[in-house]
């Protein structure tokens, strides 16, 4: 599984910026798909993602204002951002949770991650 991610840039504190991922390769055998981010001295952190079966998962810190949309037939999944805050600046890295099998049988499971991609929210 690849991804490419694409969308970030510099928007000021309470607009809105959308981040857009594409999967390519193995995508049938994607799970769960979304968005981590980090900024420089802590731990990547999950921001949100959506199953396999549709069902969405946000971090506390973005739930209602960010919204994570997955289209199963183009391979992509989106993150709109709308009433950004400074605290949402980070490189925000698209990744995708994939299981499959191989030709005798024996499964293999990755998780695949894009390139990440800079949002910077000025105040």
């Known amino acids: 599984v690849q ?4 969308g970030g840039g510099l928007v000021q504190a309470g607009g809105s910026l959308r981040l857009s991922c594409a ?3 193995s995508t049938n055998s994607i799970n769960a798909i979304g968005w981590y981010r980090q900024v420089p001295g802590k731990e990547r952190e999950l921001v949100a993602d959506v199953s396999r079966g549709g069902s969405t998962n946000y971090a506390d810190s973005v739930r209602g204002r960010f919204t994570v949309s997955r289209d199963y037939a183009k391979n992509t999944v989106s993150l709109q951002m709308n009433s950004v805050k400074v605290e949402d600046t980070a490189v925000y890295y ?6 499959g099998y191989y030709d005798d049988g024996t499964p293999w499971a990755l998780k695949a991650w894009g390139q990440g991609t800079q949002v910077t929210v000025s105040s």
Not at 3 to 6: E, I
């Open 3 to 6: 991804l490419q991610a694409s």
């Open 23 to 25: 999967a390519s390769g």
């Open 94 to 99: 698209c990744y995708a949770d994939a299981l």
